[in-house]
């Protein structure tokens, strides 16, 4: 009977972290995304100032969840982020805007392979 109850707090233990994990990686990747859309959409109206800002306030999040990310995803795929969202920085101006769509649309197209990776969806 004891192994039993140890059996059901293990799986209600793993649930836990299953769900958790999910919520955590489910809510950085779509605040990274809503991110990015609001530098396009800055970079739209001009607003470069701002639109650095937006990018240094993401790094700075993303950071901040770093570590318990890496527990669900694999370490150099969340370097490889990282580094994507600091070279963002180099592109907001005016001249080098078109690149700097490029770059964001290759780090949302990154997002949704690491979307696919964790949560095994097409």
Same mark, same amino acid.
């Given at each position: 009977?004891?192994?039993?109850?140890?059996?059901?707090?293990?799986?209600?233990?793993?649930?836990?972290? !299953?769900?958790?994990?999910?919520?955590?990686?489910?809510?950085?990747?779509?605040?990274?995304?809503?991110?990015? !859309?609001?530098?396009?959409?800055?970079?739209?109206?001009?607003? /470069?100032?701002?639109?650095?800002?937006?990018?240094?306030?993401?790094?700075?999040? /993303?950071?901040?969840?770093?570590?318990?990310?890496?527990?669900?995803?694999?370490?150099?795929?969340?370097?490889?982020?990282?580094?994507?969202?600091?070279?963002?920085?180099? /592109?907001?101006?005016?001249?080098?805007?078109?690149?700097?769509?490029?770059?964001?649309?290759?780090?949302?197209?990154?997002?949704?392979?690491?979307?696919?990776?964790?949560?095994?969806?097409?």
């Amino acid at each position: 009977m004891r192994r039993v109850r140890v059996a059901a707090v293990i799986l209600a233990a793993l649930i836990l972290l !299953t769900l958790t994990g999910r919520r955590l990686v489910s809510d950085s990747l779509n605040a990274l995304e809503a991110g990015l !859309t609001q530098v396009e959409s800055l970079c739209t109206s001009g607003a /470069y100032q701002a639109a650095k800002q937006q990018i240094s306030n993401m790094t700075q999040a /993303y950071q901040k969840k770093q570590a318990v990310l890496a527990l669900f995803i694999r370490r150099d795929k969340l370097n490889e982020l990282e580094t994507a969202l600091y070279g963002l920085n180099a /592109y907001v101006h005016p001249d080098y805007r078109q690149d700097l769509f490029c770059e964001i649309g290759k780090l949302k197209a990154q997002l949704k392979g690491m979307r696919r990776l964790f949560f095994g969806l097409p």
